[in-house]
């Protein structure tokens, strides 16, 4: 079964830009949709964006919508969310997962999740 493991947070300004990066170990991340999801504290986990297999079709929550950027690379087992003009309400841990359907926005249909990756945006 895939691994997950994400990097790229980091502390910064607000307007600024972050990329973070999901390596995904095994042989068939090609397979896999890929969801970007994120949980501030004292909050639920929520969607952020979703990439179909194959890289065409991406999903997007309206809180991120024209700024954020969701891409994968299956020859590097890799997908990726470039995040730009972030805002203090941006700050959350960001966790990659993976689902063998569709590229759903429905936390349930991801079954393989990374640990996370801190963002912190400032004000």
């Known amino acids: 079964q895939v691994q997950l493991e994400e990097s790229g947070g980091a502390l910064v300004q607000a307007g600024g830009s972050l990329r973070l990066s999901c390596a995904a170990s095994?042989?068939?991340?090609?397979?896999?949709?890929m969801g970007w999801f994120r949980q501030a504290p004292g909050k639920e986990r929520e969607f952020v964006a979703s990439?179909?297999?194959?890289?065409?079709?991406?999903r997007y929550a309206d809180s991120v919508r024209g700024r954020f950027t969701v891409s994968r690379d299956n020859a590097k087992n890799t997908v990726y969310l470039q995040m730009n003009s972030l805002r203090p309400e941006d700050t959350a841990v960001y966790s990659c997962?993976?689902?063998?359907?569709?590229?759903?926005?429905?936390?349930?249909?991801?079954?393989?999740w990374g640990r996370g990756t801190q963002v912190t945006v400032s004000s």
């Open positions: 095994g042989r068939t991340f090609g397979t896999y949709a």
């Open positions: 997962a993976s689902a063998y359907g569709s590229y759903s926005d429905q936390i349930r249909a991801y079954n393989r």
């Open positions: 990439i179909s297999q194959s890289g065409v079709n991406t």
